[in-house]
């Protein structure tokens, strides 16, 4: 931490800064995604706006697994967190928060979640929340020191937010769901292989079984990229046919799709950061602009 962002913490209100280590912890970007899931499945379930009461609903009781998730998961990551530079200066490694608040936080977060799913928008959403929940803390979290495979379980527990969203109201999981499930499923792998190879480094002092860190070469995660980008595009244009002004958006997706491709193709051809962050953003602009593709027919 500068200077500068020392002094300005030293002058920040202790409650201020508390709130703020509370707000870290909850990883707000991966909440934000997840939110925006969740509401774009319901819209497009609906074919149009849900009822908005139960629409925030939902969302309220989401974002308080999501943060009780991602609480735990760094309760229980602490010890690798403290040995990354990308991740030591979280709340509990950096020791502004102790073990005992964020495990309170976590527990107190699950249960309101939970409850608050159960009671105001129903139990499918609830076992759903609790599915993604297990997934995510109790088994991808421990698997992340053990196995590579530990993407593929955390794309799961990544892209089960589609399914509470969708059951939230009410519709049935029909292909419109599953391809919007496995949309976010796949999306996932060239977007982590490309995490994975920029910090491959820290992954493997901290111990942590990443493809990057058991393939050192690169061939692996690159050829997984390319891979999962290749299988995004006909997924992605399933649910593009089957709803209003259907040619329009599958032209969109087919476009977004090849350029992932390309940006994946050429991680692949030239293993290095450069080329692994291109990849990066290439997936943080196509999962939003594919969301946005399929509310198009729906709101329009």
Not at 23 to 48: D, F, H, N, Q, Y
Not at 145 to 153: F, G, H
Not at 185 to 192: L, S, V
């Amino acid at each position: 931490m500068s200077m500068t962002s020392m002094a300005i913490e030293g002058r920040r209100p202790v409650w201020v800064a508390l709130l703020s280590d509370y707000v870290e912890l909850t990883k707000p970007r991966i909440a934000a995604m997840v939110l925006v899931t969740v509401a774009v499945a319901a819209c497009v379930a609906s074919w149009g706006p849900p009822n908005g009461w139960l629409l925030a609903n939902t969302l309220l009781g989401t974002a308080l697994v999501a943060a009780s998730a991602s609480g735990l998961n760094q309760w229980l990551e602490r010890d690798t967190d403290a040995r990354m530079p990308r991740t030591a200066d979280r709340p509990l490694p950096a020791g502004r928060l102790t073990s005992f608040q964020v495990l309170a936080f976590s527990v107190v977060t699950i249960v309101a979640g939970l409850g608050y799913l159960q009671w105001n928008v129903g139990p499918r959403p609830a076992a759903l929340g609790l599915l993604t929940w297990v997934m995510y803390v109790w088994i991808y979290t421990p698997l992340k020191t053990r196995t590579s495979a530990n993407t593929a379980v955390g794309a799961v527990a990544g892209a089960l937010p589609v399914l509470i969203g969708w059951s939230a109201v009410g519709a049935p999981l029909d292909l419109r769901a599953w391809s919007l499930f496995l949309i976010v499923f796949i999306w996932q792998f060239p977007h982590f292989m490309a995490i994975a190879w920029i910090y491959r480094r820290q992954y493997a002092e901290a111990g942590l079984k990443m493809l990057s860190t058991v393939d050192e070469s690169g061939f692996r995660p690159g050829a997984q990229a390319i891979v999962s980008a290749l299988v995004l595009i006909p997924v992605s244009l399933v649910p593009c046919l089957l709803q209003p002004a259907g040619e329009m958006v599958f032209a969109w997706a087919l476009l977004l799709g090849v350029g992932q491709l390309i940006f994946a193709i050429r991680f692949f051809l030239h293993m290095n950061d450069q080329t692994a962050r291109r990849l990066l953003l290439a997936s943080l602009i196509y999962l939003p602009a594919m969301m946005v593709l399929l509310l198009l027919g729906p709101l329009a």
